[in-house]
Every structure is written in structure tokens, then in C-alpha cells.
């Protein structure tokens, strides 16, 4: 099944393999999965080149024509679910049921923002002195270049594919070098749906700065939309500045997931689980900090330890698979590493925190208590399976650990008590809140974040309007 996905390079709707390529590798088994072409910074400007040849067509192209393409692009992913799931496994190692959720999560971008297309509209009024009017429009920025994570593999391409063809926007899009295999079924699922030759086009590569290098100094190129590390970001921000290049920002975050005194303990244990395992914690809005009540923390700790402790270790094809493995070995020392600097400044490792024998990159689901804000783990994303809990005496230090962090993605709260619900979720420094709920992200909801956790907003209908620019008429009356 998988041997049917391209391995090359997606340019004008032709597919292009040359003999540069580097090798796909299934992190249950550190073994190679597949080999694919690796683009280089010319590939980069032919595929700009198409996109840019593709864009007039495209913005012109009717908006309903549009709506139907994207429609059939969801119905397509949906029959293609085990493909797209078992690519998904086979790149990133995780189970299979997280898998079939992703791609039905990646699915329905597709689905809203086919409803979103003919919904962009304008504005008309009379200026104040009564002698014109105010006619405002929204056109598509032109070509965008869409760098994607390796997390989501599949739902982090298809939030930025498709408020972009929505808005009439042709894509260049740039994959992680860790998992291609889904980026490159997508381009042929966009094919097959009907998008024309030019509009989406799609380059893995093992050079991404040359590639993205190249695009960014081309003056054709007009938006750019990244999601990864903050530190990545920050080089890209920079290099958009000499041309002024419209971004979007979705980076690292450094999610806290308070418990207060009051809070449903069972609810909160199953939201943290939520929070904090899908993916095997490998999520920019994984739960980073437990912030406990000192009243609650010893009984939230041990509920949460004994369902960390039920999880099974697994390859992602095995059945009775729970968490699959890290996706390289780099990240497997990271994570080790942050929790034996939480075990040297004091913290107690109350499960796992040890390194599994055997293949693959797995790192147990590992529980920490007592751990003090000057630990690494405190400020930094873990994107493991590790649970970090702090107990704290009131809310205003609650508040105060959960803020006290240059990031603010996300952030989540449980307390049965409302007027506290409404006045944390006012006062969390983050651009979403879950309040008793331990998954935010949906494809109806603005996705974003404050401080350095980014710029701008993925779904809802705000997503659109990230590939819009408005026009302003002066109409004599």
C-alpha cells in the first residue's frame, strides 16, 4: 500500500525525482522506512515558479470552484484514512488509534475551510463627511511558502493548505525532513481532488535552509507560515524583514495545567492524561507544568501515577501499543536529560524515567514530583512523555508559576468553581485556555498564541484572513 505514495519532488503537478535523496526512518525501529528526493534551493524557485505562474488563475477562479475542490479533498482523505494513518505510524512510530485521529482531525481543515471560501466578504460605508464611500475587499496575498512540524505530519499541512486555497493563495510547501511520506500523499490527494497544476506543490528536502533561503529572497514570494521552535522562528521573523514578507508564527509553547483545590480530581486526572500523552507528549500544546494546589497534589500525583503507570510501551502497528517511541534519538537525550536535571536541583522521579532496552527511541511515561522553578524542565518544552507536578499554597502563586514563562500557547485550568474559571482564564497569559478541558485544538477554533509562542491565528474563521490582505476604495459619490 504505502510502495503507491511518490517518493519525488510535487512541481506544477509533475513529479520529479533526481539522484539526490535521503533516507525516511521509522523511529519504532531506528531502520529505514523509505528513501525520498531531497530538494535543493533550485528545486525551491521551479516550484515558486509554478506557484507564481498558477496564482492569477487561481485567486480568479470562482470561490464556490474552490469550496467544491476542498470538499472533494476531505471526502478523499476520509476513504484514504488507513493510508494516511498508517503513513503517519510508519514516519512518526505512534499507535495507530492517535493516527486514524489525526487524519481525521487533518480531514476536517479541509471540510471548514471549504465552507470558509465563499464566506469572504468586504465592507461598504459612508465616510463621515458624507462626500464618498468606503468600499473595503479582500484579495489572496499571492504565493505562500508553508513549512510544516513533524509532529502532525498530516493536520499541521492541512491547516495552512487549506485556508490558503480557500483564500485563493497557490503553496510551496516544505515538510520536516522526518516525515515527507504524508506531505507528499497530500500533494497527490490534491491532484486527484481536482486542485489545478501549479497551485500546490511540495518539497521535502535534507536542506532546509537553503531551500527556504532561496524562497525568501524572491520577491514573488508573499506570505510565509511556520510552525516549530521558537528559536527557528525567530531566524525566519529576520529573514521575512528585508522583504517585508507577511508571516504567521506558530511556535514552541510551555503549557501549565493548573489543578486548584476545588477541581474535580477524576476529571482533572483524565484531562492531564489528554493534555499530556497524545503523541507521547510530543505536542507544542502538551500539558508542560502541573501546577497543583498543595491541598490536592498529593492525591492528583498518585491518581496521575497509576495511569502513567497502566500505559504500554509499543510499536505503533502493535495492538496493545499505548505510546510509541520519541522520533529520534536527539530528542529521546533531551527529554533524559531535562529530567535528571529536575532529579539534581530536587525533584523526585515517582515513574519511569529510565531509558527502555532495545530498539527504537522509547522513553517511558515518567512522573516527577516536588519539582522546584529553577529546574530546566520548568522553562523549557518537553515534548516527551513527562509529567513535571509543583505544588503551590493559593491561586495568585498558582497564577503567578503559570505565567512566569516568555511563552503562552496554551494553558489549562480545572476548578468547579465558576467565577474562578472566568477570572484565571482572563488572567492566563496565553492565546488559548482549556477551563475542565484537556484538548483545545479544533478546526472551528482561532489556534494561536501570545508572547514568543507566535503571530497570528490557524482555523476559525480567523484562519482565512491570514491569507487575505484588504483593499480599500475611495468610490466618489
Not at 534551493?41 to 480568479?60: F, H, S, T, V, Y
Not at 486514524?100 to 459612508?126: I, M, P, Q
Not at 510530543?282 to 508542560?288: P, R
Not at 491541598?295 to 500525583?301: E, I, L, M, T
Request: charged share 20%.
Amino acid at each position: 500500500m504505502y510502495d503507491e505514495v511518490p517518493r519525488g519532488l510535487f512541481i506544477g503537478g509533475a513529479w520529479t525525482e533526481t539522484d539526490a535523496t535521503f533516507e525516511v526512518v521509522d523511529p519504532a525501529t531506528g531502520e529505514v522506512a523509505a528513501q525520498v528526493t531531497d530538494a535543493s534551493g533550485e528545486d525551491a524557485i521551479r516550484a515558486l515558479d509554478a506557484a507564481a505562474n498558477a496564482q492569477d488563475c487561481w485567486a480568479a477562479t470562482p470561490s464556490r470552484v474552490r469550496a467544491d475542490i476542498l470538499r472533494r479533498a476531505f471526502e478523499l482523505m476520509v476513504e484514504r484514512t488507513e493510508l494516511f494513518a498508517g503513513l503517519a505510524t510508519l514516519e512518526m512510530g505512534r499507535p495507530l488509534a492517535e493516527s486514524r485521529a489525526e487524519v481525521a482531525y487533518a480531514a476536517e481543515f479541509l471540510r471548514w475551510f471549504s465552507e470558509e471560501a465563499v464566506r469572504v466578504s468586504g465592507d461598504y460605508r459612508t465616510a463621515p463627511t458624507g462626500d464618498f464611500r468606503i468600499v473595503t475587499t479582500r484579495q489572496p496575498v499571492g504565493p505562500c511558502y508553508l513549512i510544516t512540524p513533524w509532529n502532525f505530519p498530516l493536520a499541521m499541512i492541512t491547516r495552512k493548505v487549506a485556508p490558503a486555497l480557500a483564500a485563493g493563495c497557490t503553496v510551496v510547501i516544505k515538510p520536516a525532513e522526518a516525515t515527507p511520506l504524508c506531505a507528499l500523499a497530500l500533494a497527490a490527494l490534491f491532484a486527484d481532488a481536482g486542485v489545478p497544476d501549479g497551485v500546490v506543490n511540495a518539497l521535502p528536502t535534507l536542506s532546509p535552509a537553503e531551500v527556504t533561503g532561496a524562497l525568501l529572497a524572491d520577491g514573488r514570494l508573499r506570505k510565509l507560515s511556520f510552525t516549530g521552535s521558537t528559536e527557528v522562528g525567530r531566524r525566519l521573523i529576520a529573514q521575512s524583514a528585508s522583504s517585508v514578507l507577511r508571516t504567521s508564527m506558530e511556535l514552541g509553547g510551555n503549557a501549565p495545567f493548573l489543578v486548584f483545590a476545588d477541581a474535580d480530581l477524576e476529571a482533572a486526572v483524565e484531562g492531564a492524561m489528554v493534555a499530556k500523552m497524545r503523541n507521547a507528549g510530543q505536542s507544542c500544546v502538551a500539558a508542560n507544568r502541573f501546577i497543583v494546589h498543595e491541598a490536592v497534589a498529593d492525591a492528583f500525583s498518585e491518581a496521575l501515577r497509576e495511569r502513567l503507570g497502566a500505559l504500554r510501551l509499543g510499536p505503533g502497528g502493535a495492538p496493545d501499543s499505548h505510546v510509541g517511541p520519541l522520533i529520534n534519538a536527539a530528542a529521546r537525550a533531551k527529554v533524559a536529560g531535562l529530567v535528571a536535571d529536575a532529579e539534581r536541583h530536587g525533584a523526585k522521579i515517582r515513574l519511569g524515567g529510565e531509558i527502555p532496552a532495545g530498539s527504537g527511541y522509547f522513553y517511558p511515561p515518567t512522573l516527577l514530583t516536588d519539582v522546584p522553578p529553577e529546574a530546566q524542565i520548568t522553562q523549557q518544552e518537553i515534548f516527551g512523555p513527562v509529567a513535571a507536578i509543583a505544588a503551590y499554597p493559593d491561586e495568585q502563586s498558582m497564577l503567578a508559576a503559570a505565567n512566569a514563562t516568555s511563552a503562552g500557547l496554551v494553558a489549562f485550568a480545572y476548578t468547579r468553581d465558576l467565577d474562578r474559571a472566568l477570572r484565571i482564564g482572563e488572567a492566563l497569559q496565553a492565546g488559548m485556555v482549556g477551563l475542565n478541558r484537556g484538548l483545545v485544538s479544533n478546526p472551528a477554533a482561532p489556534f494561536g498564541g501570545v508572547k514568543q509562542s507566535g503571530l497570528g491565528r490557524e482555523g476559525g474563521f480567523e484562519g482565512i484572513h491570514e491569507y487575505l490582505e484588504v483593499k480599500y476604495l475611495a468610490v466618489q459619490a
